[in-house]
């Protein structure tokens, strides 16, 4: 009988992931064994398999949301916030493809062809979203350009910061980590989620176009099966840095998306106020401005 693949990768320091293919995955700490005879001190040398890599990939993602979870914020979506959030999606949508790109054309010169033809694949699929956060926008009455011009939530700055320094690295592998992450996290999002926002929008305004894309109804669902497939065929040293990455984009993005989850309307109003530097539509304009503490949930 085969032995099953069993995966494993050093996130924290103190706590490794360990994963076999049959789907077992489970979180392991030096104080679990003996250092001297613990099997997973050093790291991984073999082969990947779909399932490892994705209990890997998963339970990297759920670490890094781990920390948050106990303070994590929980409002109601408003249509405000849901404007503030597909400012933050456009932010993290275009410059995707340039990056892409640019990873790609380091692995042609590393003689990695298959990386860069992998990577410039997806740079081609994801070409034209920030578009779409536009149309959405525009549909709801605001000035896209304007404001995407002159606003970028404070929480989705440094997520926008991290994929720009992975993609410029001189071993770039790590961009996979990051995009995994996030199309992971997108493609959770069911028909219901879209439904309940669309609720939120003026009767006859379609402004979900970004959202359906990029949730279980788009391509996300696919492009994550192709990721694990893909991940799992690198070499070990490759899947442990995109397995460490994933694990710091879902810190980065988890405490981003807290904290723009936990401002209030009346933050949120300031700030597209601020941006578009004149008045907003009047079903903006007319919400309360004090004594509101929700936020909405980003949409991407």
């Known amino acids: 009988m085969a032995r099953l693949v069993t995966e494993w990768v ?39 398999s779909a399932g490892s890599t994705v209990g890997l ?4 993602i ?13 409002p109601e979506p408003t249509l405000v916030g849901y404007i503030v959030a597909l400012v933050g999606a456009y932010h993290t949508s275009v410059d995707t ?19 860069a033809a992998y990577l410039e694949e997806r740079a081609r699929e994801e070409t034209g979203h920030d578009r779409l956060a536009l149309k959405d926008l525009r549909a709801l009455g605001m000035p896209g350009e304007r404001l995407v011009a002159n606003f970028i939530p404070e929480g989705i700055k440094p ?29 959770l999002k069911q028909e219901t989620d879209i439904e309940k926002v669309q609720a939120l929008c003026p009767d006859g305004v379609d402004a979900t176009r970004f959202l ?15 990721t694990i497939a893909f991940v799992a065929s690198l070499p070990a040293n ?34 597209l106020q601020r941006a578009v530097g004149g008045a907003l539509p ?12 929700r936020g909405a949930r980003p949409a991407a």
């Not at 979180?27 to 050093?42: G, I, L, N």
């Not at 890094?64 to 914020?73: T, Y």
């Not at 009047?282 to 503490?293: A, K, M, N, T, V």
């Open 10 to 48: 050093n996130v924290t320091g103190d706590i490794s992931i360990i994963a076999r293919e049959s789907g077992e995955v489970w979180f392991h700490t030096p104080s679990d064994t003996k250092r001297d005879v613990d099997p997973f001190a050093t790291p991984m040398t073999g082969a990947g």
């Open 57 to 60: 990939l998963d339970g990297a």
């Open 62 to 74: 759920n670490l890094g949301f781990a920390g948050i979870e106990k303070r994590l914020a929980r």
């Open 97 to 115: 493809p340039r990056n892409l790109q640019r990873a790609a054309g380091r692995f042609e010169e590393l003689g990695r062809p298959e990386v």
């Open 159 to 187: 997520l926008c910061r991290r994929f720009d320094e992975l993609c410029v690295e001189d071993y770039p592998i790590g961009c996979i980590g990051y995009s995994y992450c996030l199309e992971r996290i997108a493609a």
């Open 212 to 226: 359906r894309s990029h949730s279980s109804l788009g391509s996300e669902v696919t492009h994550v099966e192709e």
């Open 238 to 271: 490759d899947r442990i840095r995109v397995f460490q990455e994933t694990y710091q984009s879902a810190l980065i993005m988890a405490e981003g998306y807290n904290r723009e989850l936990l401002k209030s309307e009346a933050e949120m109003l300031e700030e």
């Open 282 to 293: 009047h079903r903006l304009s007319s919400y309360p401005s004090q004594g509101e503490e």
